[in-house]
């Protein structure tokens, strides 16, 4: 039978109606082809998920530019063929059932690295002259083993944010229905946010209102290709998990002028600005936060240590309006439609019906 959970009830996002709570996550896959668009392997993994019964399915970490990729494997949309690959890709996902999402990214100081199965994978550098680019980032201070990046400039930062425009109208013309910012896991919006990884003097550095100047500008830029109709996210960090990182209540501050800049969701994360952050290893973990992000006047969602059904009925909606699951349904495609019904129902694709 169907379980009765509020994770299957619709949510609205503006003038979208999402059909259920539970989404995939942005996973990476680092198999963009050699000019950055969707693959075969794209439209497979996320058809899957889509077929799947996840309400929305969010697009991996796309980057922006080419020097805001983490890898040469990275999807990218600025460019006419990516956009041509990602219509493709979101129109799939839709005819399948599901929201077709995206995550834009750049990665700041996180650039310019391996992929996870290769050597020392994100910790190994990949130099210019082997087909990497030179970093940039708020300060120059290098991630573990990655290349010290080029303290960005004034007229670095125009660019960024002339890229983001150009990304958010690329993802309305491929097709996204949603699109998030990924603003956690040390990227570079984290990088501008924490105290650690922000040493500058200028107006973009100093105390929390100067270094949320830029990250709030890079929200604008977002807003202002992306149509208004659309729902906006912002994967933020709630805590950097390292003394004299960003705290709950900076993150909070922070994301209550997100709300004000149009931005009408948090997905919470935490940690990841270093290698010497915390871990928390427990279910829920981040949904814990969703809480301190609607008390800031958005909607609250949350990936990690989601990896059971009856986790949903806790995170939703006491601690969240929304749950985005990655390892789980990385393992298993049909994840969502299990934790939504005990034995198979008509909800299951009609094609696979007869194996029950």
């Not at 830029?221 to 705290?247: C, F, M, N, S, Y």
């Not at 600005?273 to 973990?285: E, F, G, K, N, S």
Request: with cysteine; proline share 7%.
């Amino acid at each position: 039978m169907t379980r009765q959970s509020r994770a299957f009830s619709e949510i609205r996002l503006r003038e979208l109606t999402v059909p259920n709570r539970v989404w995939l996550s942005p996973m990476c896959q680092y198999s963009a082809d050699a000019h950055g668009a969707p693959t075969d392997w794209h439209l497979v993994h996320y058809g899957a998920r889509a077929a799947g019964g996840a309400g929305l399915v969010m697009v991996e970490c796309t980057a922006v530019a080419p020097d805001m990729r983490t890898t040469a494997g990275d999807l990218g949309l600025w460019s006419e063929r990516q956009v041509d690959g990602h219509r493709r890709l979101a129109a799939a996902i839709a005819r399948l059932g599901s929201v077709p999402a995206i995550q834009l990214g750049a990665a700041g100081r996180k650039s310019s690295h391996g992929v996870p199965w290769d050597n020392a994978g994100t910790r190994q550098a990949i130099g210019p002259d082997q087909g990497g680019w030179q970093p940039l980032a708020p300060s120059p201070l290098p991630f573990a083993g990655l290349a010290v990046p080029s303290a960005m400039s004034i007229a670095d930062g125009d660019r960024v944010l002339g890229d983001l425009e150009h990304a958010a109208r690329n993802a309305d013309r491929a097709g996204y229905a949603v699109l998030e910012l990924h603003g956690a896991n040390g990227y570079l919006l984290h990088q501008f946010l924490s105290p650690l990884t922000n040493h500058r003097t200028d107006a973009w550095g100093g105390d929390l209102e100067g270094r949320m100047r830029f990250p709030l500008a890079m929200v604008a830029a977002l807003r202002a290709g992306w149509p208004q109709h659309k729902p906006l996210l912002v994967r933020l960090p709630a805590e950097d998990l390292i003394e004299g990182g960003l705290t709950t209540h900076e993150a909070a501050r922070f994301a209550a002028r997100l709300g004000r800049a149009g931005v009408d969701m948090i997905d919470a994360g935490s940690g990841a600005l270093r290698p010497d952050a915390r871990r928390i290893d427990q279910p829920l973990h981040n949904a814990r936060y969703g809480p301190l992000f609607r008390d800031a006047g958005t909607l609250a969602a949350a990936s990690g240590g989601i990896h059971a059904a009856e986790q949903l009925d806790e995170a939703v909606p006491e601690l969240v309006d929304a749950a985005f699951v990655g390892r789980a349904m990385l393992r298993d495609p049909y994840w969502a439609l299990r934790a939504r019904d005990a034995e198979p129902r008509v909800s299951w694709p009609r094609q696979y019906q007869r194996a029950f």
